[in-house]
């Protein structure tokens, strides 16, 4: 049956945050301003990594990768919600299905990339003689290849099972942006599909990745402890410790967001979630790896001069 007979809605409107002209103002140049930073900064370090051959390892491609994620994850929002706040508060319901369908395919890309990035850095310190074997170039293909497939395809399906729906409208949207959770209640048909295939992708991009990712770091943190002299133990975490904290920061709002769908689903508190991991985490990523990464410092140095230069 054709789209345009499964529901009888052509346009969702936004709820947003707040109808206060100043406050919305306020938090248009906020958001606006955290836009241009996760911009600049994301596209600076895909340039370093790009133009810099010390930096052509397979960590940093899998930065690369995730900043690469970061930018497409906040153009997909933050436009949108730089017009609501506008005072344009509605979106088209192709524009919310086109949001859904990229939303849901960065954060889960995102997730996948941790676990991969993990299993880099697990490789790194475990087995370090084996490296190079183990995070071969055709490796690192397959494992981000594998990281976009599987993203893609899971959206597509979420996407599909939307779009199977029946919206009776009025409809209003207790959120800044078409996600999942903030979707499903408003269908006037059974969700029961859609609420099996979101707890199966719950488990698997959320609980088993993150049960993956921790496995990955217990190993790491053995042997760092093994490690006898406290220099070599500081070098060590020194490697990892950065993806570490943007693991945390990411998965603990994902996994709220998409752990509490349904009934317990709370409107005030998945918006403030959705912004920490689609707005905040990703422009503090690039400021958390440039701080504690001194090979991305010497890259940027070395991009500055350069442009500086001409």
Same mark, same amino acid.
């Not at 979420?158 to 029946?166: A, D, K, R, Y």
């Not at 209640?185 to 006037?188: K, V």
């Given at each position: 049956?054709?789209v345009? !007979?499964?529901t009888? #809605?052509? *346009?969702?409107?936004l709820q947003?945050?707040?109808e206060s002209r100043?406050?919305?103002l306020a938090?248009?140049?906020?958001?606006?301003?955290?836009?241009?930073m996760a911009?600049?900064g !994301?596209?600076l370090? #895909?340039v370093?990594?790009?133009?810099?051959?010390?930096?052509h390892?397979?960590?940093?491609?899998f930065l690369?990768n995730?900043v690469?994620?970061?930018i497409?994850c906040?153009? &997909?929002?933050?436009p949108?919600l730089l017009?609501n706040?506008a005072?344009?508060k509605?979106?088209s319901?192709?524009?919310?299905?086109?949001?859904?369908?990229f939303?849901t395919w960065?954060?889960? $890309? *995102?997730?996948l990339?941790?676990?991969a990035?993990?299993?880099?850095?697990? +490789?790194?310190?475990?087995?370090?003689l084996h490296y190079t074997?183990?995070?071969?170039r055709?490796?690192?293909?397959?494992?981000?290849?594998?990281?976009?497939a599987?993203?893609v395809?899971t959206?597509?399906v979420?996407?599909?099972?939307?779009?199977?729906?029946?919206f009776?409208g009025?409809i209003?949207?207790?959120?800044?942006?078409c *996600?999942?959770?903030?979707?499903l209640?408003?269908?006037?048909s059974?969700?029961?599909v859609?609420?099996?295939? &979101?707890? #199966?992708?719950?488990?698997?991009?959320?609980v088993l990745?993150?049960?993956?990712t921790?496995l990955?770091?217990?190993?790491?943190t053995f042997?760092?402890?093994?490690i /006898?002299? &406290? *220099?070599?133990?500081?070098? $060590?975490?020194? &490697?990892?410790?950065?993806?570490l904290i943007? +693991?945390?920061m990411?998965y603990?709002t994902?996994?709220?967001?998409?752990?509490?769908?349904?009934s317990?689903?709370?409107? !005030?508190?998945?918006?403030i979630m959705?912004v920490?991991?689609?707005?905040?985490?990703p422009?503090l990523n690039?400021v958390i790896y440039?701080?504690?990464?001194?090979?991305?410092? /010497?890259a940027? /140095?070395?991009?500055?001069?350069?442009?500086?230069?001409?």
């Open positions: 049956m054709a345009s !007979n499964q009888m #809605v052509t *346009e969702f409107i947003g945050f707040s100043p406050l919305q938090l248009f140049c906020i958001f606006f301003f955290l836009y241009i911009l600049v !994301n596209a370090i #895909v370093a990594v790009r133009l810099d051959s010390g930096l390892t397979p960590m940093y491609f690369a995730l690469i994620l970061d497409g906040t153009s &997909t929002v933050l949108k017009e706040l005072d344009k509605s979106i319901y192709v524009g919310c299905m086109t949001q859904l369908y939303l960065f954060v889960g $890309a *995102e997730l990339l941790f676990t990035m993990a299993y880099d850095r697990y +490789v790194a310190i475990c087995h370090p074997t183990m995070m071969s055709m490796v690192c293909i397959l494992l981000a290849g594998s990281v976009w599987v993203s395809i959206s597509s979420h996407t599909g099972l939307m779009i199977q729906l029946s009776c009025p209003v949207i207790d959120h800044y942006l *996600e999942i959770p903030a979707l209640p408003l269908s006037c059974s969700t029961c859609n609420d099996i295939m &979101t707890v #199966v992708a719950d488990i698997f991009f959320a990745n993150f049960l993956l921790m990955f770091y217990s190993f790491i042997s760092i402890m093994a /006898r002299t &406290t *220099e070599g133990k500081k070098r $060590a975490f020194s &490697t990892c410790s950065s993806h943007v +693991v945390t990411y603990s994902v996994i709220y967001v998409y752990l509490s769908s349904g317990s689903y709370s409107p !005030n508190k998945g918006q959705a920490l991991y689609s707005t905040v985490s422009t690039p440039t701080l504690k990464d001194k090979d991305v410092k /010497r940027l /140095r070395k991009l500055f001069m350069f442009l500086k230069g001409k």
